[in-house]
């Protein structure tokens, strides 16, 4: 038991902490969280079709739909996740989650574009607080060492659960129309919000810096250490922690200025080339001469390489620091170049593909783990949320350029194009990786 008055350092037992059950659960309830968003991200392209022939409107007149929700992303992650800087993680992902669930269950009971995108508009306001959260919350109980790890681990979550809705939608919308997969994708949020009011702990880092409740911070601490403490402990957490609005911290504070801009071209960069190229590459390819079941394996391959990509980039972020990032997106600034000089070879675009994935999709699980790992936690959540919601621009004006320029420019000229925003966020991350803040955050304390 440790002695009355003592000051115990909350960031020095997390760090000298071995991976354990309590840890384990934390990643478990993150990553169902992340499944269930990356259901509920995709749900309306999977719908799309049904709503569309069931409507009777035209492709391009349910576009809008899409970029309400990425709107409504936007919104969240950069209006709402600093409230959970000054509220806690795990209110920001359980309000969050009953917010984009309700949103999602009423979007069931649309009957026109408006209703739908305005219901999805809102879906995204809570998407978008509770994604930053659940990177704050992960970032928080890891030990430096294997932090952008534990966040590459739960966006393995988020990619399958926006792959199994595929496969849910395919079974469900024939049997019983395009309203069950809104139904299932409504439901499912609503009941693990409920369920981890109970079971999943607020950051015990946040608490510590809050100073408000150190009983709940002995608790906390004793299912992760398996140690008792006595009532008279003080918890303490020895970082920064400044009054006042977060963004202001974010960006003109402490030299971060700098800092986060860099960050913010990376994610603009990086989304734009990662979205440009999963939502084009089936069509560009088939229209290139290639067959559809090629075309369309090939797309799935990229996804595939952003898996092996996740839990690569991110175990090589932990050795190495951010210059891993730039080193991906450096690589796979050729290989985009040279899927337009494939010729037409099956073989070498699926392998180069492949490895695209890794380095480009990868690297932006890679961006969204730095993301959770260069802030200070006073403003973690914030400088998230920030990111992710800069970042939407580039996945929004990525498709909608791309869409131009397949028109108007051959295919070589068109993955010279593409390769531009992926070579952009080598740069940023190069000079991210070099900027003294971005080192000092990511610098791991001495264990003992």
């Known amino acids: 038991m440790a002695p ?68 409504g992303y936007m919104l ?24 984009f669930g309700a949103f999602t269950f009423a979007a069931a009971y649309s009957s026109s574009v408006t209703e739908l995108l305005s219901l999805r508009f809102i879906a995204g306001l809570g998407l978008g607080c509770s994604i930053p959260s659940a990177i704050a919350l992960t970032a928080e109980y890891a030990p430096s060492r294997t932090r952008a790890t534990s966040i590459s681990v739960i966006f393995i979550g988020y990619n399958i659960g926006s792959a199994v809705g595929g496969f849910i939608a395919a079974k469900f919308i024939p049997a019983f129309g395009w309203p069950s997969v809104f139904y299932l994708g409504g439901i499912a949020p609503i ?37 008792t403490f006595a009532p008279g402990a003080q918890f303490i957490l020895r970082e920064e922690n400044q009054p006042g609005l977060p963004v202001k911290h974010l960006l003109f504070t402490e030299g971060r200025a700098m800092m986060t801009s860099l960050l913010w071209l990376a ?49 090589l972020l932990d050795k190495r620091g951010i210059i891993a990032i730039a080193l991906a997106f450096a690589i ?18 699926m392998t180069l593909v492949f490895v695209l994935g890794i380095c480009i999709l990868g690297g932006q699980v890679g961006l969204n783990a730095v993301s959770g790992t ?23 004006l990525g498709p909608v ?34 900027a003294p803040l971005a080192q000092q955050a990511r610098e791991a304390p001495a264990v003992s």
């Open 4 to 71: 009355t008055n003592q000051n115990i350092d909350v960031a020095d037992l997390i760090e000298n902490q071995k991976f354990n059950w309590f840890r384990i659960s934390i990643l478990v309830w993150a990553c169902a969280v992340m499944f269930i968003e990356g259901y509920d991200m995709q749900v309306v392209s999977y719908a799309a079709p049904s709503i569309i022939k069931t409507w009777h409107v035209s492709k391009a007149y349910f576009g809008p739909v899409f970029g309400f929700g990425l709107f």
């Open 76 to 99: 969240g992650a950069t209006l709402l996740s600093s409230l959970a800087d000054r509220f806690g993680r795990k209110k920001l992902i359980v309000g969050g989650g009953l917010l």
């Open 191 to 227: 009941v693990l919000s409920l369920i981890l009011i109970f079971t999943l702990p607020e950051s015990v880092r946040f608490l510590a810096l809050k100073q408000g409740r150190p009983d709940r911070v002995a608790a906390i601490l004793a299912k992760l250490t398996g140690r």
């Open 267 to 315: 994610f603009v960069a990086s989304l734009f080339g990662h979205v440009f190229l999963t939502s084009w590459l089936p069509t560009v390819l088939e229209g290139s001469g290639i067959s559809l079941a090629n075309a369309v394996m090939t797309g799935a391959l990229l996804q595939a390489g952003g898996g092996v990509g996740c839990l690569f980039i991110g175990w």
């Open 332 to 349: 796979a600034t050729p290989l985009t170049v040279m899927i337009g000089f494939s010729g037409g070879s099956v073989a070498l675009i």
């Open 374 to 396: 260069i802030y200070p936690t006073y403003i973690r959540s914030t400088g998230a949320g920030w990111a992710f919601g800069v970042g939407r621009i580039g996945s929004i």
């Open 401 to 434: 350029i791309g869409g131009f320029l397949i028109t108007v420019l051959p295919t070589t000229t068109l993955f010279m194009f593409a390769a531009f925003p992926v070579l952009c966020c080598a740069g940023a991350t190069y000079f991210l990786a070099r």
